[in-house]
């Protein structure tokens, strides 16, 4: 599922190649069905909060997307490619898809790989975005926005303050809370945006048990925690590689290079890397499922 860092580069993204221009709009798979409220209007900016992307086309014509485990957007220049698969949603400016494609500049990337297809292409050089298998797509209200902004918790990377929302409101919901702090993390009432891969790697890195309940978690490690995780998830923004380990602790001569970029197995912590050494103390990297979702972590550098 992507992460809080993804759908803010979405939204930016889309917001480059389409904001302030009219955008065309259709459903080839026929299970969205309001297109119509969003075809042929301008787009006046796009919204991310969360995991939650919203792009206002007017009042009360909100295009509400959320990825969910399997959704995934492709883009790409040129003319609108033969529709393959089930296409959720299209979207597309109409002067930009009669441009001819430069060789090599638009490709379909690889199914939720690191490549997520974006680096050979200027955003504003986007004619068209394809939607595939999100968990939702459909128009909201105002109203309907706003009662979903409300229920979900600050975000590291919202626009309510600097760097990042205010975080006051999920610190005291969690220091006033029984339930581990792995899971308070992964809910987004709490926290809006972190997902699985911040979760296991933003304690590690505070050498927090993620047992530890939300009432005994000092205010001091939860601001470390959220002033950790605005760099982290900026970095990921950049493209879909999200690098939590610090070159010094990485076991390789190449991972120590800090001007290399660190191989896929040396990227994180503990995320994944169940049975294998931890990179701090050499103890295997334990693996449990906790929020519906595994969870990784070092039982020595993350004892209660
Ligand atoms: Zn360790």
Redesign the pocket.
């Known amino acids: 599922m992507p992460e809080g860092n993804e759908i803010h580069r979405w939204a930016e993204r889309h917001e480059a190649a389409f904001g302030g221009k009219v955008v065309r709009a259709d459903g080839p798979q026929g299970r969205f069905t309001d297109t119509d409220v969003i075809d042929g209007r301008k787009l006046l900016r796009v919204m991310a909060v969360g995991k939650h992307l919203g792009y206002v086309f007017g009042k009360d014509r909100i295009l509400h997307i959320h990825l969910g485990l399997q959704g995934d957007f492709t883009d790409g220049s040129g003319p609108l490619p033969e529709v393959k698969g089930a296409l959720r949603l299209r979207m597309w400016n109409a002067a930009a898809v009669k441009l001819p494609v430069a060789p090599g500049e638009s490709r379909r990337h690889a199914w939720y790989s690191d490549d997520d297809g974006t680096g050979n292409i200027d955003a504003k050089r986007v004619a068209w975005v394809e939607l595939r298998g999100p968990m939702d797509c459909s128009i909201y209200t105002n109203a309907k926005w706003d009662k979903l902004r409300e229920r979900l918790g600050p975000d590291p990377l919202g626009v309510d303050g600097k760097g990042g929302d205010d975080p006051a409101k999920a610190f005291a919901k969690i220091m006033k809370s029984k339930k581990p702090i792995g899971a308070l993390l992964m809910d987004q009432s709490v926290i809006a945006g972190i997902g699985n891969i911040y979760r296991a790697e933003l304690l590690f890195r505070a050498r927090l048990s993620p047992f530890t309940p939300g009432n005994v978690v000092s205010e001091q490690t939860l601001k470390a925690i959220w002033k950790d995780a605005l760099p982290l998830m900026r970095a990921g923004m950049v493209d879909r590689r999200i690098v939590t380990t610090e070159p010094k602790d990485r076991p390789s001569a190449k991972g120590k290079n800090t001007k290399a970029r660190p191989d896929k197995d040396e990227v994180h912590y503990v995320y994944r890397r169940n049975g294998q050494p931890?990179?701090?103390?050499?103890?295997t990297v334990m693996k449990r499922e906790m929020a519906a979702r595994n969870l990784f972590w070092?039982p020595?550098?993350?004892a209660a």
């Open positions: 931890c990179f701090v103390c050499g103890t070092c020595v550098c993350q």
